[in-house]
């Protein structure tokens, strides 16, 4: 999946000052931050499971894929639309 994003001149200049590559800092930055929320996902997905006698999946990926699809976590963007729901 690409993520594309739109930065001023002055933007790229100041993370030139910043980073020695923009593109490697933000790449870093976007990994980084998936793989802390992969580790999140999989510890409250092997919580849930331990906790329900469920066999957990094998690989990071399945139990990422499997916490989505059973509505263990949900997407931050669902989540707002939740509470959003509950303020009307």
């Excluded at 992969?38 to 399945?62: A, F, G």
């Amino acid at each position: 999946m690409d993520i594309t994003i739109t930065l001023t001149n002055t933007e790229y200049k100041a993370l030139e000052y910043a980073a020695v590559s923009p593109q490697d800092w933000a790449d870093n930055a976007l990994k980084n931050r998936a793989r802390q929320a992969i580790d999140e996902i999989v510890d409250i997905t092997v919580k849930y499971c331990l906790d329900n006698d469920i066999s957990i999946p094998s690989t990071r990926d399945e139990i990422v894929t499997y916490a989505f699809e059973n509505e263990i976590v949900k997407t931050l963007a669902e989540v707002q639309s939740e509470l959003d729901a509950l303020e009307e």
